[in-house]
């Protein structure tokens, strides 16, 4: 029995005696622990990540914890000269954790500062300054976008989508699930979502971590077609990689010292996957104005990456200012006009954004779209903003009317009977109005009518099961309601030779219907609108003006006929 006693006492863990191997120990165990946290917490080893003050404190703790211990805390040794074993205790703090004390109080002394200095109590010019704001013209700015154009799905119903198109993958389902990380771009003049795939768990990921991930989905947001892209070889760097190649972990290695936003998965205009992340700075103070002054894109097959300021981005990369970020910088940009304290008290002419976003596709680039209202919040809007997702650049759009939330309300009366639920409007310019599209839902989250409101007079609501039918719908309710005349409606033209002519009285007005040598379609003139359909025969060659209509419509209707 003391055999065994001896034995376990001289297999206990001997402490350093000596000061420098004591400090030595201590450093070695700080540097294990902060390695550790380190890897699991990623830090920025940046003055303006608040994660930093962190990191460092734990640092400071964790070496002052060790420091105790290898002293046996003060207590087990007394001096020759009889001092007390409370000023040895005081003493060793003196010497091993006060330059560390005196470090933790500066860093704290710098964050408490550097907080102080970047509020917007002191500093509101310079957060209204972080957005530059110009004004536009919404029916010169906003083209009108063909009907076959129109995004019509939103994010939560391509995600769906894509989980289900996984689903019918039977080589993949069992390995693979869809990652719901989906981001709007351009592709190839199409607006798409893209997403890659994921890991379906560990063991599934330790299984085929050679190989990669071998696809990403993208949707189609105007067909709702959803498709698995297939690589020819797999992706290795993700957010469900768990070690070194988890895109987070990759990345801050390589930028120790780089804030990052949130990376955003795309592909190029050759279908190439790649992780774009942002760079953010601070522009006010020490943690105040984000920014953003860059970004790193990197290669999600090889792991190469590459960075670029924001002047030098690729023109194909769509998402580097985040919708939220430009709402938070514009409700800085609408709240400061007249200083920190009106924002608060009396808050003359402060307006803020509405609560969602959406987003349409212009020259190639992603614009974020949402409301501007009045710091009152009420039911109605001033107008709404456009900011281009790459380059920040962001108009206000004059335009009084009803908030994407009445909007959408009114859209859902529409079809109560039905329970359809309206997603987040689209901002569209339909006969150079403003125009909310509404895409409506089932319970599963499949979209089966859409709806367009108009937003100076959201009384005016149309429903249709196609696009191209609730399009036109709208366009005639508008020209019915007396909001635009019918010369001010999308028009285009047709010629060619009269093969058919027909006329009916309908409603006590006479109406002819012509159709074209060649062609299926009629065009329906009345003739209290041009008196020159009465005198046109078969085989007469003419020009037809007449309004758009839906994919496959047997008749249009005509607006003017011209012999030639």
């Not at 420098?20 to 294990?32: R, S, Y």
């Not at 080893?45 to 060790?66: A, D, H, K, R, T």
């Not at 409370?86 to 330059?99: A, D, S």
Request: charged share 15%; aromatic share 12%.
């Amino acid at each position: 029995m003391k055999g065994a006693v001896i034995l376990a006492k001289k297999k206990k863990l001997r402490l350093p005696t000596s000061p420098v191997g004591k400090i030595c120990f201590n450093l070695a165990v700080t540097l294990l622990v902060g390695f550790i946290y380190f890897y699991v917490s990623l830090p920025a080893i940046n003055l303006q990540s608040e994660e930093f003050y962190v990191f460092v404190g734990i640092l400071c703790f964790v070496y002052s914890l060790c420091a105790l211990v290898t002293s046996g805390f003060g207590l087990t040794a007394q001096s020759d000269s009889g001092k007390s074993m409370l000023r040895l205790y005081l003493g060793f703090i003196k010497k091993q954790c006060l330059p560390i004390g005196i470090l933790f109080l500066l860093l704290l002394a710098v964050a408490l500062i550097g907080q102080l200095v970047s509020l917007p109590l002191f500093r509101a010019a310079d957060y209204r300054n972080l957005l530059t704001v110009s004004n536009g013209d919404f029916a010169t700015d906003i083209a009108e976008i063909s009907f076959n154009e129109i995004p019509t799905l939103d994010k939560n119903s391509a995600e769906y989508l894509s989980d289900r198109q996984m689903g019918t993958l039977s080589d993949m389902v069992s390995q693979f699930e869809y990652s719901f990380d989906s981001s709007q771009i351009n592709y190839q003049g199409r607006p798409v979502r893209v997403a890659p795939i994921a890991y379906a768990d560990f063991i599934k990921w330790f299984t085929n971590r050679e190989q990669g991930l071998p696809a990403y989905v993208m949707v189609d947001m105007v067909t709702q077609e959803a498709t698995v892209v297939r690589l020819d070889e797999g992706m290795h760097y993700s957010f469900s990689e768990p070690l070194n190649r988890n895109i987070y972990r990759h990345l801050r290695f390589q930028y120790p010292t780089y804030l990052f936003g949130t990376p955003q998965f795309e592909i190029d205009e050759e279908g190439q996957p790649y992780w774009i992340a942002p760079r953010i700075v601070k522009t006010i103070g020490l943690f105040g104005g984000e920014d953003i002054k860059g970004a790193v894109l990197v290669d999600a097959v090889t792991g190469e990456s590459q960075y670029y300021d924001l002047a030098d981005i690729p023109t194909w990369v769509d998402n580097v200012y985040t919708p939220d970020l430009i709402s938070q910088q514009y409700d800085y940009y609408g709240t400061m006009v007249h200083g920190f304290f009106n924002s608060i008290f009396g808050q003359k002419d402060v307006t803020v954004t509405t609560w969602g976003s959406n987003y349409i596709a212009l020259n190639d680039d992603v614009y974020m779209y949402t409301g501007v209202t009045s710091a009152n919040a009420d039911q109605s809007n001033l107008g709404f903003l456009l900011s281009n997702q790459r380059t920040k650049e962001t108009r206000f759009y004059q335009a009084p009317g009803a908030t994407e939330s009445a909007a959408m309300a009114s859209a859902e009366g529409e079809v109560q009977d039905l329970g359809y639920t309206a997603t987040f409007p689209l901002l569209l310019n339909i006969s150079n109005q403003p125009t909310y599209f509404i895409p409506l839902m089932d319970a599963t989250n499949l979209v089966k009518s859409y709806a367009m409101v108009n937003v100076a007079q959201y009384q005016i609501v149309v429903t249709g099961s196609t696009v191209s039918q609730c399009e036109q719908s709208y366009i005639r309710t508008l020209e019915e309601s007396g909001v635009v005349q019918s010369e001010d409606l999308p028009q285009t033209e047709a010629s060619g030779v009269i093969a058919e002519i027909r006329s009916a009285v309908l409603d006590g007005n006479t109406w002819y219907y012509i159709r074209l040598e060649d062609s299926p379609l009629f065009y329906a003139i009345q003739a209290k609108d041009d008196q020159n359909v009465v005198l046109l025969n078969v085989g007469d060659p003419v020009t037809i003006q007449h309004e758009l209509g839906e994919e496959n419509a047997a008749i249009l209707n005509g607006v003017s006929v011209t012999k030639q």
